[in-house]
């Protein structure tokens, strides 16, 4: 059911080169349209289901935009999507931590910052998700966009600045030059989460629903306490590669005498997690 394009090396070092120089890449047909037609039933119903509840924070002040955030708590096949071999070959070139002796190598260290869907409504002004600028070669954050409908101009896609990522400033909030990148439904657009980048405002009256991950090293804070939140029916869905990936090998130690190592690996996704969880009514 979830078919993920195969890249081979000429591609990933055109993704990786395009990324480092530009700060953003793009894969064209990454899933097919019948996996882009299944998601994008998924995420619709998900949305209609929670559209009337308030969100703090969201729900006052971005009232035209669809979203629906963390949707790794709602089906396993988004962490699928995300865990899926194309994916992992890209960011482990890019936002693996060389120095974590508890993971394999060729294995994933990063961890999800935070999944949502969203269709955009309103302009979304320039930004950047890194919570920092810098002008250094290597970044800790990126984001995919994954398009489940098509995402031109006038369903408003994603506009980059590119080179922007290096430029150690903070952002200019208006879109003073910058680049469009539409996307057809199936695309996969990644981005250094230090680029500045919004969205163009909405014309059109179809959806445009894109799923956005936001991946990252280790050691950033996520946006939500993804391990905590999880439903733990999901949790032993998972391997163990997809666990780390939540964040389980990642967790501040109690203390000193559970572990002096943060970079913990596999053996502590390992470790019986059941009182970890805070077992949240989603519906
Ligand atoms: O929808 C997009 O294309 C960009 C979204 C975005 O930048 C964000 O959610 O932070
Ligand atoms: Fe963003």
């Given at each position: 059911?979830?078919?993920?394009?195969?890249?081979?090396?000429?591609?990933?070092?055109?993704?990786?080169?395009?990324?480092?120089?530009?700060?953003?890449?793009?894969?064209?047909?990454?899933?097919?349209?019948?996996?882009?037609?299944?998601?994008?039933?998924?995420?619709?119903?998900?949305?209609?289901?929670?559209?009337?509840?308030?969100?703090?924070?969201?729900?006052?002040?971005?009232?035209?935009?669809?979203?629906?955030?963390?949707?790794?708590?709602?089906?396993?096949?988004?962490?699928?999507?995300?865990?899926?071999?194309?994916?992992?070959?890209?960011?482990?070139?890019?936002?693996?931590?060389?120095?974590?002796?508890?993971?394999?190598?060729?294995?994933?260290?990063?961890?999800?910052?935070?999944?949502?869907?969203?269709?955009?409504?309103?302009?979304?002004?320039?930004?950047?998700?890194?919570?920092?600028?810098?002008?250094?070669?290597?970044?800790?954050?990126?984001q995919l966009a994954i398009a489940l409908d098509d995402r031109q101009i006038d369903e408003g896609c994603t506009m980059i600045v590119p080179g922007s990522h290096r430029s150690d400033n903070y952002t200019d909030r208006n879109f003073p030059s910058g680049s469009a990148v539409p996307l057809k439904k199936g695309d996969l657009a990644i981005w250094d989460s230090r680029?500045?980048?919004?969205?163009?405002?909405?014309?059109?009256?179809?959806?445009?629903?894109?799923?956005?991950?936001?991946?990252?090293?280790?050691?950033?804070?996520?946006?939500?306490?993804?391990?905590?939140?999880?439903?733990?029916?999901?949790?032993?869905?998972?391997?163990?590669?997809?666990?780390?990936?939540?964040?389980?090998?990642?967790?501040?130690?109690?203390?000193?005498?559970?572990?002096?190592?943060?970079?913990?690996?596999?053996?502590?996704?390992?470790?019986?997690?059941?009182?970890?969880?805070?077992?949240?009514?989603?519906?």
């Amino acid at each position: 059911m979830l078919n993920t394009k195969k890249i081979n090396i000429n591609q990933l070092d055109k993704i990786i080169n395009d990324f480092e120089i530009l700060g953003y890449a793009k894969l064209t047909n990454f899933i097919d349209d019948e996996t882009c037609n299944y998601l994008n039933k998924i995420v619709n119903s998900l949305y209609q289901k929670n559209k009337k509840k308030k969100l703090p924070g969201y729900s006052d002040k971005r009232p035209n935009d669809k979203q629906v955030f963390n949707l790794q708590n709602k089906d396993k096949i988004f962490i699928d999507l995300i865990s899926c071999a194309t994916v992992e070959k890209i960011l482990i070139k890019i936002i693996n931590d060389k120095y974590y002796t508890n993971i394999p190598p060729d294995k994933p260290n990063y961890i999800l910052g935070e999944l949502i869907a969203r269709s955009s409504g309103d302009k979304l002004k320039y930004h950047m998700d890194s919570w920092l600028p810098s002008s250094g070669k290597k970044t800790w954050m990126v984001q995919l966009a994954i398009a489940l409908d098509d995402r031109q101009i006038d369903e408003g896609c994603t506009m980059i600045v590119p080179g922007s990522h290096r430029s150690d400033n903070y952002t200019d909030r208006n879109f003073p030059s910058g680049s469009a990148v539409p996307l057809k439904k199936g695309d996969l657009a990644i981005w250094d989460s230090r680029i500045w980048h919004g969205a163009l405002p909405k014309k059109s009256k179809k959806n445009a629903w894109a799923v956005i991950a936001t991946m990252q090293m280790w050691w950033v804070k996520q946006r939500f306490d993804l391990p905590r939140g999880l439903p733990y029916d999901i949790f032993c869905l998972l391997s163990k590669k997809q666990k780390a990936l939540i964040g389980y090998s990642s967790l501040p130690p109690i203390n000193e005498f559970f572990t002096t190592d943060a970079r913990q690996g596999y053996k502590s996704v390992e470790e019986n997690k059941q009182n970890l969880f805070l077992k949240l009514d989603e519906s």
